[in-house]
């Protein structure tokens, strides 16, 4: 069986190597790739995107500009903004961005080649709505940058939560230190109403129809346990890759020494958290298992609970809420993974990447 899939991320370091996993899938049809704004704005996310994917040879993956602003942002500036593929605006001066994580450019000390992917004249957020509407009930969405292109699909397709096959989200910090400011990690704090907006979609798509299958949310008290180290990569870099697979393997080897140098400086010793591709290998892991429950994801402990982002709190704008003791008297709207067997997930990971892409 062929998994459809729609990917939407903000490369970023660990999103290089969540591509890169993805890649190596020879039984998933990637429908569509949004370049959102996030780690770097969203010029720089779309040549990394098409360079990572040139670097590897992948040609004929479509890759969809994300708008330029986060939502709040973007609805402030919208009597003057141009519609479509935006990737520019002068105004986006000020916004915040991971450079300190991830580099300059967002690729760490990764040297990328000029980019051949064609960029689609198709916006992220329509994209996301052709996507689903030509496979309903089939594409599994995945979102592990900001929400800001899903919430816009959103305005475009009130109806996407019962279009997809189901949904899953790298970001939140459920009762946990942030990663970003004190309590709040950094793809939900980058557009906080993004979240929201797709979270209460799907909160109400699932009072029509109760059997829409919750989203998953991979927050980082989990995904911080998927801890990268050097040691590991020389063992991925040790195999037999052909000549264009190694040298993915070894920018993203560069790119990778940034993250760690990072880390260390962060007081976090010398290894990279990587949150993305646990994502997207948990979202295909489930997917390829017909007989898998819901509440069942592979390598992971999770629960299900309301949650909800605080949009307007001075010290914790960008929070994710879950009610544990149900006060809200509202039902779940989410999947969130509690733990992972990093480990189990890693040794995965690390065989998947030295094996490389299916030939043939």
């Known amino acids: 069986m062929t998994l459809l899939l729609f990917l939407d991320c903000d490369p970023g370091i660990d999103d290089a190597i969540a591509l890169a996993y993805l890649l190596c899938q020879d039984d998933v049809d990637v429908v569509g790739i949004a370049a959102s704004g996030g780690n770097v704005p969203t010029a720089q996310v779309v040549e990394n995107t098409r360079r990572w994917l040139t670097l590897a040879g992948a040609d004929d993956l479509p890759v969809h500009a994300g708008h330029a602003l986060p939502l709040a942002r973007r609805r402030s500036a919208a009597a003057q903004m141009p519609s479509g593929p935006v990737v520019g605006e002068p105004d986006t001066v000020d916004i915040e961005y991971a450079d300190l994580t991830h580099g300059q450019t967002g690729a760490g000390y990764a040297t990328l080649p000029e980019p051949t992917v064609p960029l689609s004249p198709t916006s992220a957020a329509q994209a996301w709505v052709d996507a689903a ?166 390598w992971s402990q999770t629960a299900t609970a309301p949650v909800d982002v605080e949009l307007t709190g001075t010290l914790t704008r960008g929070e994710t809420v879950a009610d544990w003791l149900g006060r809200w008297g509202r039902e779940p709207n989410a999947e969130i993974i509690r733990s992972i067997d990093a480990e189990l997930f890693l040794d995965h990971l690390g065989a998947t990447l030295k094996k490389g892409p299916h030939h043939g």
Do not use: K, Q
């Open 133 to 298: 509407r030509a496979h309903p009930g089939e594409l599994i969405g995945i979102v592990i940058g900001p929400s800001t292109n899903l919430a816009l699909a959103l305005e475009i397709e009130p109806r996407l939560p019962h279009l997809l096959r189901r949904l899953f989200i790298m970001g939140g910090a459920f009762n946990y230190r942030g990663n970003t400011h004190p309590t709040t990690e950094w793809n939900v704090t980058f557009d906080p109403e993004s979240t929201a907006a797709v979270l209460a979609a799907f909160d109400r798509a699932r009072h029509e129809h109760p059997d829409i299958a919750l989203p998953v949310i991979a927050p980082i008290e989990a995904t911080e346990a998927v801890a990268m180290t050097p040691e590991r990569w020389a063992a991925i870099l040790s195999g037999d890759a052909d000549d264009r697979w190694h040298t993915v393997l070894r920018e993203l080897g560069a790119a990778l020494r940034f993250y760690f140098e990072f880390h260390e400086w962060d007081g976090l010793g010398y290894l990279a958290h990587i949150h993305d591709p646990f994502v997207v290998a948990c979202a295909l892991a489930w997917a390829r298992d017909p007989d898998r429950s819901e509440s069942t994801l592979p």
